[in-house]
């Protein structure tokens, strides 16, 4: 199978503008169809506050009320998408910009209020089984890398924002039966530590034998859990790696030799 590259950018990219263009110039050499999802929070918490849109969270999440939604339409699929597109135009990468409404990429449910009474307002959690992947596909062939912003909808016209880990990996099990996918998290640390107070000590390869010694050791910081849940998820599905690691090292990690941590 062709080898597909599935990409999600942290916040702290995002928000910088030099890390941003060196992580673009980078993207852009990767010579294999590829996806890049990104979001863009603080940089709409920014615009919200001179907006007079206060954001709320809850347990780290964020709210999404009308205006919020109105919000976040605008920064990640107009701002912030377009902004990463047309700098990967001035590389020579031909990409295009979408959210999950265009085209019917990624339909979405709106999720439920919680047991204990919490609305997260127009958060969407991806319909997998709807999901279209043809589409996708289509433009990767075509040899357009793909921008996604981390918004779906719910087919009767509304917008949702959905959390760009959950996208990333939802596309790339969607793919996964027409290409061999890595699926990669960019993020601050080099990849998973195995002492969180030396970032020099990120683990090469977990695979779920290691895992489990590793939790069983306590080696591992519970922050870091999560993210290795979900990679495993990912790959019992049909995703052939996950790699957990830093921006800077990208074009490292797109090769056999990784510098940060291949979950396989």
């Keep these: 199978m062709q080898q597909l590259f599935v990409i999600k950018i942290g916040g702290n990219v995002i928000d910088d503008g030099a890390k941003l263009a060196a992580f673009l110039h980078d993207f852009a050499q990767i010579n294999a169809p590829k996806i890049l999802i990104h979001g863009g929070g603080k940089i709409a918490t920014r615009l919200g506050d001179k907006l007079g849109i206060e954001s709320k ?22 701002l912030v998408n377009k902004k990463i597109v047309a700098q990967l135009q001035s590389l020579q990468c031909n990409a295009i910009g979408l959210t999950g ?23 969407g959690d991806v319909d997998s089984a709807k999901l279209k992947a043809d589409s996708l596909k289509l433009l990767a062939d075509a040899g357009l890398s793909i921008v996604l912003a981390p918004l779906t909808h719910d087919g009767k016209g509304q917008m949702l924002n959905t959390n760009a880990d959950t996208v990333a ?41 290691i895992y489990q010694r590793l939790k069983d050791e306590n080696k591992l910081f519970d922050g870091i859990l999560p993210k290795i849940d979900n990679a495993f998820s990912a790959i019992n599905s049909g995703v052939a790696e996950v790699l957990i690691g830093e921006a800077n090292d990208l074009l490292q990690n797109v090769t056999a030799q990784t510098q940060g941590t291949l979950i396989k």
């Excluded at 699926?183 to 998973?192: A, D, M």
């Design 169 to 209: 990996s939802s596309i790339a099990v969607a793919l996964s039966a027409s290409y061999n996918v890595r699926l990669i998290y960019c993020f601050e640390k080099k990849g998973v530590l195995e002492n969180v107070e030396d970032e020099n000590s990120a683990i090469p390869l977990i695979t779920k034998d």
């Design 57 to 78: 969270y809850i347990n780290g999440r964020r709210i999404t009320d009308g205006d919020t939604i109105d919000l976040v339409t605008m920064v990640y699929g107009g």
């Design 101 to 123: 409404a265009d085209a019917n990429i990624i339909p979405a449910v709106k999720r439920p209020v919680t047991k204990e009474g919490i609305d997260f307002g127009f958060v």
